[in-house]
T-cell receptor, first 116, second 112 residues
Framework: GAVVSQHPSRVICKSGTSVKIECRSL??????MFWYRQFPKQSLMLMAT?????????EQGVEKDKFLINHASLTLSTLTVASAHPEDSSFYIC????????????FGPGTRLTVL | QKEVEQNSGPLSVPEGAIASLNCTYS??????FFWYRQYSGKSPELIMF????GDKEDGRFTAQLNKASQYVSLLIRDSQPSDSATYLC????????????FGAGTRLAVHP
């Protein structure tokens, strides 16, 4: 149980393109979903927290107009990187909480974004 | 600011030995503690969580929690080369959204 999927697993795009990443909880209802970013050899950085039907809460320094989060249902959250630039190239990982223990986060497999 | 501290390593242990990974946290009010494993280029996967003082065992893994000293540890018995990864300690940061505060991780290398 507690499986989280992410799509796509890898994206290569040109600068200026908007990229949408989907995160789904497959076998449980996720009350909260989280979006992280991880640069090579660095630790996880929380970008935002979202609850179904509510506006996302962004961490300090994360531009909400650039990283658009929609949490449409208890099983789906999307992150859209608007007008991506090379510095946005990173490993984006979502997690979901709500299966079994309410504060245990289960991670998706991640999306590697490369902006040329 | 709430912090979670881990030794970055690498911690090198021979195959079959016990690997001991440690983590300290700053928020005395923390209630939930997690260990995740992350292989290079992959996302974190949950190993186990612990809420109460003492030991919690799951297969070759034992989590140990001491709230008075504000540390949590993970023991891996009979370490295997496949255990070589970065181990992330995470602590519930409180608030309404169950945000986790992650340590930077300890890199474990198990050599044959």
């Amino acid at each position: 149980g507690a499986v989280v999927s992410q799509h796509p697993s890898r994206v290569i795009c040109k600068s200026g393109t908007s990229v949408k990443i989907e995160c789904r909880s497959l076998d449980f209802q996720a009350t909260t979903m989280f979006w992280y970013r991880q640069f090579p050899k660095q630790s996880l950085m929380l970008m935002a927290t979202s609850n179904e039907g509510s506006k996302a809460t962004y961490e300090q320094g994360v531009e909400k107009d650039k990283f658009l989060i929609n949490h449409a249902s208890l099983t789906l959250s999307t992150l859209t990187v608007a007008s991506a630039h090379p510095e946005d190239s990173s490993f984006y990982i979502c997690s979901a909480a709500g299966g079994g223990s309410t504060d245990t986060q289960y991670f998706g497999p991640g999306t590697r974004l490369t902006v040329l | 600011q709430k912090e979670v501290e881990q030794n970055s390593g690498p911690l090198s242990v021979p195959e079959g030995a016990i690997a001991s990974l440690n983590c300290t946290y700053s928020d005395r009010g923390s209630q939930s503690f997690f260990w995740y494993r992350q292989y290079s280029g992959k996302s974190p996967e949950l190993i186990m969580f612990i809420y109460s003082n003492g030991d919690k065992e799951d297969g070759r893994f034992t989590a140990q929690l001491n709230k008075a000293s504000q540390y949590v540890s993970l023991l891996i018995r009979d370490s295997q080369p496949s255990d070589s990864a970065t181990y992330l300690c995470a602590v519930n940061g409180g608030g309404g959204y169950n945000k986790l505060i992650f340590g930077a991780g300890t890199r474990l290398a198990v050599h044959p």
